[in-house]
């Protein structure tokens, strides 16, 4: 009973741990990111006792800075809300982590344990419910901040993120139709069968539309560049306008928790999780772990090592993607909010319900 | 609809970019050699070359003696289109010129750096080629050169090459074709 729960808190504490410590390198990656992108060398002046670590200090100097900078709440804003809302926009993204495996299950003590810390058959729901939850954040801090133009930014947030809300779930039914399950779990599982005995059945072979659909949404979801137009720091003024010091640091650290959330469940769903292609483990092939490729040749491989590349497999996945977002970011200009619009209802919307149909003939005329 | 391909021109560009500087990086903590790859510079220790025709702040020019050239003739006050050259005249003692200017303020919060005041100075008295390009300050006050604050970066060496052997004697035309044989 003991080891259950040290189990679960282990799982926890481990994504929590990676979630956040993602999220604060984060903001040392986009300052050398786009440094690198327009040949500059980026934030290194920072330094401990001369220690500088490529400019890594300077993201805590940072932290030091907010924390240290005068916190201010508007005369007559809502108190309490406006304690709240950063509250509003960074937790739901750490609860949407906790159903994306980030490794196989395995076996430790004669248990099997999944490494994902909620194993629930309402998975993609579960994400999609959660993150709709971060609208509240900006609409409580448009409404708290006790000012017009917070408020009309708040507004225009809520209403980018329930546009592009829409098609994160219809781009989301497509990979659903086709693995046939809601749970990450099994959807990543059911990512390492192979087309014509070759080609891995990963989301974006199967649902590519999905995934360039869902790309786009999921970035309007952060509310970054080039969906910024909720916050869009020094130009337009957004929901965050009447916010300083730590709790301003709050709501963008929960937008760089979830770059790695959403890299996480577009690797869940799209690039067969931790799935290494040709990689079986010992239930899959009849303990024969290792790569079986499919000219027949056969690399055999201990059954902690398959774990273990699996999981470093995630993580790469989850790299790659990360930096991939970060990288279009640095590249697009911003949208005006009626292109913003238009892409979402106009553009968007009509591929997704297309993508959605096809699908679902497909699979229908498949299945028979 | 033209739109889409060019974001993907745009990635090629940006990942282009990224990755060629990251090799560097990669490759100079490697202990490579490889050559200087971005164009930062380290601001305070490090600054960027000034081209040789690089005008910067202003600076009051001295006579050999150590007396200003300058013979608050107004010429550069009237030239300046922002009129930011604020000049006092007064008598001089020595019986070279007539006059000297007790006060001469320039207020760089004004200036446009056109230059038309050297162009103006029949005396080649003030300059603009002191390789400053710092010019930062912390209030309105440290914007407002006076003339001593100007005089104190010509070294009585520098013009002393153009005109030594004239000894006082302002001859202006020599000067210039002294400095364009320099350059």
């Known amino acids: 009973m003991f080891i259950d729960l040290g189990i679960i808190v282990g799982k926890i504490a481990f994504v929590l741990v990676n979630i956040l410590n993602g999220a604060g390198i984060l903001t040392w990656v986009e300052r050398k990111q786009s440094a690198l992108i327009s040949d500059r060398i980026g934030a290194n002046r920072a330094s401990i006792l001369g220690i500088k670590l490529l400019g890594l200090v300077n993201s805590l100097a940072d932290a030091l800075k907010l924390i240290f900078k005068e916190d201010f709440v508007p005369p007559r804003g809502v108190r309490v809300l406006h304690f709240l809302a950063p509250v509003f926009a960074m937790a739901p993204v750490f609860f949407t982590m906790a159903i994306i495996p980030f490794g196989p299950p395995i076996e430790l003590w004669g248990r099997e344990v999944k490494l994902q810390i909620l194993d629930l058959d309402i998975g993609m729901l579960y994400i999609l419910a959660f993150g709709s939850m971060a609208v509240y954040g900006t609409m409580l801090a448009g409404w708290a901040s006790n000012s017009k133009y917070a408020l009309l930014g708040g507004m225009r947030a809520s209403a980018q993120m329930i546009s592009y809300e829409i098609i994160l779930g219809l781009s989301l039914i497509g990979p659903i139709l086709v693995f046939g399950t809601l749970e990450p779990g099994r959807m990543v599982f059911a990512q390492n069968n192979y087309l014509w005995g070759w080609l891995p059945q990963w989301g974006v072979i199967m649902q590519p539309v999905a995934f360039l659909l869902f790309l786009p949404a999921a970035m309007a979801e952060t509310k970054r560049a080039p969906f910024d137009l909720p916050e869009g720091e020094s130009e337009i003024i957004g929901f965050a306008t009447e916010y300083s010091g730590m709790r301003w640091g709050m709501f963008f650290l929960g937008e760089f928790a979830e770059i790695v959330v959403l890299a996480g469940v577009m690797t869940t769903v799209f690039f067969g999780g931790y799935h290494i292609p040709f990689l079986f483990d010992a239930t899959e092939k009849l303990g024969q772990a290792g790569f079986h490729f499919p000219w027949g040749a056969y690399f055999p491989l201990g059954e902690w090592t398959v774990v273990i590349l699996r999981m470093v497999a995630f993580g790469v996945k989850l790299s790659v993607l990360m930096w991939l977002q970060m990288q279009i970011r640095w590249t697009f200009p911003r949208f005006r909010y009626d292109q913003l619009m238009r892409v979402s209802w106009r553009e968007m919307m009509p591929i997704a319900l297309l993508n959605i149909a096809v699908t679902g003939l497909l699979v229908l005329w498949l299945a028979k | ?183």
């Open chain 2, 1 to 183: 609809m033209t739109y889409y391909p060019e974001l993907l021109r745009g990635m090629w560009v940006t990942s282009r970019h990224f990755f060629q500087n990251f090799n560097r990086f990669v490759g100079r903590a490697l202990g490579m050699k490889v050559k200087r790859p971005l164009v930062t510079f380290q601001y305070p220790e490090e600054r960027r070359p000034i081209a040789p025709r690089w005008r910067g702040r202003h600076r009051l020019m001295l006579r050999p003696d150590g007396a200003p050239r300058c013979v608050a003739c107004m010429m550069c006050e009237t030239a300046c289109p922002d009129k930011c050259i604020y000049i006092t005249a007064g008598e001089a003692l020595d019986g070279r010129v007539e006059k000297y200017p007790v006060a001469f303020e320039i207020d760089l919060l004004r200036c446009c750096f056109c230059g038309l005041c050297v162009e103006a100075c029949p005396e080649d008295a003030i300059r603009m080629d002191s390789g400053y390009i710092d010019l930062g300050g912390y209030s309105r006050a440290e914007f407002y050169m006076d003339r001593d604050f100007m005089l104190k970066d010509s070294a009585l060496t520098t013009h002393a090459q153009y005109r030594g052997e004239l000894d006082g004697v302002v001859v202006t035309r020599v000067d210039l074709l002294a400095q364009a044989k320099q350059h």
